[in-house]
């Protein structure tokens, strides 16, 4: 069967690969994150909807410095600090119905593989080692996201990269190994180059390639990861396994604003998720969240919760058998990359099995569970 999704026309035969980019477990999940994972969830369950077997990786990114500098100001270990989030983070996707993943790797977990990257791409001319350092050579990274020099040097230094680092032959080159000294605070790992720490974007390269393979047939993540994390982690690749592309199908969701921003922690005006599910059931936030292209940015409006409320409920009374022709009109709209708002629409004026196949797919049947209430481990 041949289906629209992440803007590309794609053939599935056997198991779907899809993999997540997950978080970095050092703060609490805002609606910018949900946003992201509601949508993968999506795109999985209508997969699922459609009889394929899909195999999802959702990463957890828990070696990282943001975490570590986190961890440090906060007095705390870094595998303590990532423990706790995580467990938070997870009993957040539990509450908004989010399907748990087929693997959770743990970047702390698969070092082993990202050494076995960077030798590969050392072998392959596609990396240089200084004093311990393992980089990899842009060699036209920014043109693959389609990006100019001048805007990839601004990502770069935005997003976690040091374009002044003099140990790099060009600025847009990347870490795949850090070297670490003895006085380093952080973890670290024996490596044929001394001993060290992964780089983000090899990280996930590593965990993608280790579970699902070569190649994936979608790979989900924030908006804001398009460049320099996904370039390059497509890069590395790649360049490793020499299979392209490394990933068929994209799908990155489109950012919330907030009061006309965009929700950031740098703005200061994050939504978290844990208080919006005080006040708005999990499956009228994922309706908020759906009910419009994938790509598109959103606002987030306190007024629009009691009308999704109001459309969960209908939905769900109108659901039953019968109308198969327009359960047929709703997939054939969900095949064209997910067009909710036509599905929705379809599903609303005809009930029935049109209804079902909505609230399967954008997981509205869900009610929230009771919270898990073990005690976590102090920092």
């Given at each position: ?141 920014h043109d693959s996201a389609g990006l100019s020099v001048d ?210 797919v954008l997981g509205l049947h869900h009610t929230e569970p ?6 976590l481990p102090s920092p």
């Open positions: 069967m041949t289906i629209r999704l992440g803007r590309q026309d794609i053939s599935l035969v056997g198991p779907v690969r899809v993999y997540i980019c997950g978080i970095t477990p050092y703060d609490t999940t805002h609606v910018g994150h949900a946003a992201t994972f509601v949508w993968s969830d999506v795109a999985v369950r209508f997969l699922r909807l459609l009889g394929h077997e899909v195999r999802v990786a959702r990463n957890i990114t828990d070696v990282d410095d943001g975490l570590l500098r986190r961890a440090e100001a906060d007095g705390a270990s870094w595998r303590s600090l990532a423990t706790q989030q995580t467990y938070r983070f997870e009993d957040d996707m539990a509450r908004l119905g989010v399907s748990t993943p087929t693997v959770e790797p743990q970047a702390h977990n698969f070092v082993d593989e990202v050494i076995q990257l960077a030798q590969a791409l050392l072998d392959r001319d596609q990396a240089y080692e200084v004093g311990g350092t393992v980089y990899s050579q842009h060699d036209g990274v805007e990839a040097m601004v990502l770069a230094a935005e997003r976690g990269e040091d374009p002044d680092d003099p140990s790099k032959q060009d600025p847009l080159d990347t870490v795949v190994w850090q070297g670490i000294g003895d006085d380093d605070p952080g973890p670290g790992w024996d490596s044929p180059w001394g001993r060290g720490r992964p780089g983000w974007h090899a990280e996930c390269a590593a965990m993608a390639l280790a579970t699902l393979g070569p190649g994936l047939d979608l790979h989900c993540g924030d908006a804001d990861l398009a460049y320099p994390h996904h370039a390059f982690e497509t890069a590395h690749a790649e360049a490793a396994t020499g299979v392209t592309p490394f990933a068929r199908a994209w799908l990155r969701a489109g950012t919330v604003h907030l009061d006309g921003a965009k929700m950031a922690k740098s703005t200061g005006n994050l939504v978290l998720l844990d208080d919006l599910l005080g006040r708005c059931s999990p499956a009228a936030l994922r309706l908020i969240i759906c009910d419009r292209r994938w790509w598109d940015e959103w606002e987030l409006v306190e007024g629009d919760i009691a009308h999704a409320e109001d459309r969960v409920r209908a939905l769900r009374a109108a659901a039953g058998p019968g109308h198969d022709a327009a359960h047929d009109e709703v997939i054939a709209a969900l095949s064209d990359d997910l067009d909710v708002p036509t599905a929705l629409g379809i599903a609303e004026g005809a009930g029935g099995r049109a209804a079902e196949a909505v609230l399967t009771t919270r898990r209430t073990s005690i």
